[in-house]
């Protein structure tokens, strides 16, 4: 077919079966003329590269937002990638009718993805914080999204051929080549630009603008000949709508995200901040007989109430410290209370806190608030804050801590389950010094008592022999740790430099001692290949 000609084309379907030789009847239609000039190849083909970008963002968007409010990655994920695949089938399919209008429906496709994909993380966020819904409109979203992301292929594979005429296999070589390229480019831009700089609302709403108007601008300028004047203008109007929702939301952005926030939370927030590793918030209140409270929350799990938290701190940290202590090693604690409880002692020459944050050590070190609760414990002299995995900082760190506290997280996060392994157990035994003792905040034995017992099982396997206790803090309820030591018949005990408001020696038997039905309840070892403690806290804390 010469450049400028039309043509009529005999297309014969596929077999089906629908006859005797399988073959449904020929149809005819008049093909679209070729597109004129010299750069609407390259200008395609840049916008193939630009949308999968775009795309590439979408998914990145739903996957990070799922990990920072459920905490379950690999759930999220999986979830988020799967569906999102699974409908770009269905749209490439759904979207084969459409190809003798080509055209105007990739105008109309990315107007949708502009528009849905932008307001994602948003309308997600409202489901989680108001409606309770997130698993079911991530699915809806997903759907959604990858069936218009599906649609755009058959699509622009039309439209490039009408650019120029090629063998099937080299145009979807070129189309698949700038589809790939442009997800790198989604790919890099959304941790080390989007995330960091715009943060998630905003970012999927400043992609959604470049969405739309990169398809747009495709259309207009190189096949605008398709379109009919109403056609263009009814485009125009669609696409303005379309900013002006996206750059509203944009504006407003921040009150929504406040709001969407303090609903999640039973007290008002004075201070929050989106790091790379987490979501921290800052929430206070007054009781009315002027009783403050100042609550800490990661990812929405409450870390500490100023109320109680004293009840924590002291069982957790005075046991340990019942023995020799002269170098103390503290695996998470960035809050700097257990810090406040182990300087009390004059004879602690030193202790290193490995926090993987460098946010919450900064917080605990600036907060008037914290800062009257820690004591200013950060200030210290003997005290060396180290900003790292703590996983990997021990596998380098030199033995012969007298005391290590292990104070992290719960373990309902992926990214948290390594810290709860028979790995990490090991290589916190081997920095401890003969005589040492080690102790690990887990959870609850009335709440979660297979997490607990797993914790149990799992710190068992690093060769120490352990003794589980728990103490009552109103705030979370039963509370548990595990101490560890190579004693072979460990016994609890103190040695305060004074009085503790929560326990004593006289209570410390009871401690040790649990309920019938809370009692060992058989759990296997968690490791790094086979995280048990991740399914078990799920099922118990999530």
């Given at each position: 077919?010469?450049?400028?000609?039309?043509s009529?084309?005999?297309?014969?379907?596929?077999?089906?079966?629908?006859?005797?030789?399988?073959?449904?009847p020929a149809?005819?239609?008049?093909?679209?003329?070729?597109?004129?000039?010299?750069?609407?190849?390259?200008?395609l083909?840049?916008?193939?590269?630009?949308?999968?970008?775009?795309?590439?963002?979408?998914?990145?968007?739903?996957?990070?937002?799922?990990?920072?409010?459920?905490g379950?990655?690999?759930?999220?994920?999986?979830?988020?990638?799967?569906?999102?695949?699974?409908?770009?089938?269905?749209?490439?399919?759904?979207?084969?009718?459409?190809?003798?209008?080509?055209s105007?429906?990739?105008?109309?496709?990315?107007?949708?993805?502009?528009?849905?994909?932008?307001?994602?993380?948003?309308?997600?966020?409202?489901?989680?914080?108001?409606?309770?819904?997130?698993?079911?409109?991530?699915?809806?979203?997903?759907?959604?999204?990858?069936?218009?992301?599906?649609?755009?292929?058959?699509?622009?594979?039309?439209?490039?051929?009408?650019i120029?005429?090629?063998e099937?296999?080299?145009?979807?070589?070129?189309?698949?080549a700038?589809?790939?390229?442009?997800?790198?480019?989604?790919?890099?831009?959304?941790?080390?630009?989007?995330?960091p700089?715009?943060?998630?609302?905003?970012?999927?709403?400043?992609?959604?603008?470049?969405?739309?108007?990169?398809?747009?601008?495709?259309?207009?300028?190189?096949?605008?000949?398709?379109?009919?004047?109403?056609?263009?203008?009814?485009?125009g109007?669609?696409?303005?709508?379309?900013?002006?929702?996206?750059?509203?939301?944009y504006?407003y952005?921040?009150?929504?995200?406040?709001?969407?926030?303090?609903?999640?939370?039973?007290?008002p927030?004075?201070?929050?901040?989106?790091?790379?590793?987490?979501?921290?918030?800052?929430?206070?209140?007054?009781?009315?007989f002027?009783?403050?409270?100042?609550?800490?929350?990661?990812?929405?799990d409450?870390?500490?109430?100023?109320?109680?938290?004293?009840?924590?701190?002291?069982?957790m940290?005075?046991?340990?410290?019942?023995?020799?202590?002269?170098?103390v090693?503290?695996?998470?604690?960035?809050?700097?209370?257990?810090?406040?409880?182990?300087?009390?002692y004059?004879?602690?020459?030193?202790?290193?806190?490995?926090?993987?944050?460098?946010a919450?050590?900064?917080?605990?070190?600036?907060?008037?608030?914290?800062?009257?609760?820690?004591?200013?414990?950060?200030?210290d002299?003997?005290?060396?804050?180290?900003t790292?995995?703590?996983?990997?900082?021990?596998?380098?760190a030199?033995?012969g801590?007298?005391?290590?506290i292990?104070?992290l997280?719960?373990?309902?996060?992926?990214?948290?389950a390594?810290?709860?392994?028979?790995?990490?157990?090991?290589?916190?035994?081997?920095?401890?010094?003969?005589?040492?003792?080690?102790?690990?905040?887990a959870?609850?034995?009335?709440?979660?008592?297979?997490?607990?017992?797993?914790?149990?099982a799992?710190?068992?396997?690093s060769?120490?022999?352990?003794?589980?206790?728990?103490?009552?803090?109103?705030?979370?309820?039963?509370?548990?740790?595990i101490?560890?030591t190579?004693?072979?018949?460990?016994?609890?005990?103190l040695?305060?430099?004074?009085?503790?408001?929560?326990?004593?020696e006289?209570?410390?038997?009871?401690?040790t001692?649990f309920a019938?039905?809370?009692?060992?309840?058989?759990?296997?070892?968690?490791?790094?290949?086979?995280?048990?403690?991740?399914?078990?806290?799920?099922?118990?804390?999530?």
């Open positions: 077919m010469a450049p400028n000609e039309s009529t084309e005999t297309v014969v379907s596929a077999p089906s079966g629908g006859g005797p030789a399988g073959l449904e149809e005819t239609k008049t093909a679209a003329a070729p597109v004129p000039g010299r750069f609407a190849r390259l200008a083909l840049t916008t193939v590269f630009v949308c999968a970008a775009c795309g590439l963002v979408y998914e990145l968007s739903l996957v990070t937002l799922g990990s920072y409010l459920i379950d990655t690999a759930t999220q994920a999986s979830i988020t990638l799967s569906v999102m695949v699974c409908a770009m089938g269905v749209g490439a399919l759904a979207a084969k009718p459409l190809r003798h209008l080509a105007a429906a990739f105008v109309a496709v990315e107007l949708a993805l502009a528009l849905v994909g932008g307001l994602s993380v948003l309308g997600l966020y409202a489901a989680y914080a108001w409606l309770d819904l997130y698993t079911a409109a991530l699915v809806a979203a997903s759907c959604v999204i990858g069936a218009l992301v599906g649609a755009e292929i058959p699509l622009l594979m039309e439209m490039l051929q009408r120029r005429k090629q099937a296999g080299s145009a979807v070589a070129d189309l698949f700038a589809d790939y390229v442009g997800a790198l480019l989604g790919g890099l831009a959304f941790p080390f630009l989007l995330l700089v715009f943060g998630q609302i905003r970012g999927s709403l400043i992609v959604g603008v470049v969405n739309a108007v990169a398809g747009l601008v495709l259309v207009l300028v190189w096949f605008r000949a398709d379109l009919s004047h109403l056609v263009k203008v009814l485009f109007a669609l696409t303005l709508l379309v900013a002006a929702v996206l750059v509203g939301s504006v952005a921040d009150r929504f995200e406040a709001t969407a926030q303090q609903a999640l939370f039973a007290y927030i004075v201070w929050q901040r989106q790091t790379e590793y987490q979501k921290i918030v800052l929430t206070e209140s007054v009781s009315p002027g009783t403050r409270d100042t609550r800490l929350f990661l990812n929405g409450l870390q500490f109430s100023s109320v109680d938290e004293y009840r924590y701190h002291e069982a940290v005075h046991p340990t410290l019942a023995g020799p202590r002269r170098d090693l503290v695996i998470g604690g960035g809050d700097g209370l257990a810090l406040r409880e182990i300087l009390e004059p004879d602690v020459g030193s202790v290193t806190l490995v926090e993987l944050d460098p919450v050590t900064e917080l605990a070190r600036t907060d008037p608030r914290l800062t009257e609760l820690n004591r200013n414990s950060f200030a002299p003997r005290v060396r804050v180290v790292a995995d703590a996983f990997s900082w021990l596998r380098t030199d033995a801590y007298d005391a290590v292990v104070d997280p719960d373990p309902d996060q992926t990214s948290i390594k810290l709860y392994s028979t790995e990490f157990y090991a290589m916190t035994a081997r920095v401890l010094a003969p005589g040492g003792t080690m102790v690990v905040q959870g609850s034995p009335f709440f979660a008592p297979h997490s607990y017992w797993c914790i149990a799992t710190v068992r396997t060769g120490l022999s352990i003794l589980p206790y728990h103490v009552d803090v109103p705030s979370f309820g039963d509370w548990g740790f101490q560890a190579r004693d072979p018949d460990p016994r609890l005990a040695d305060p430099p004074t009085p503790l408001r929560s326990i004593d006289q209570s410390l038997p009871a401690a001692v019938p039905d809370r009692r060992d309840t058989g759990e296997q070892p968690s490791t790094l290949m086979h995280p048990t403690i991740l399914d078990l806290a799920r099922k118990e804390w999530v």
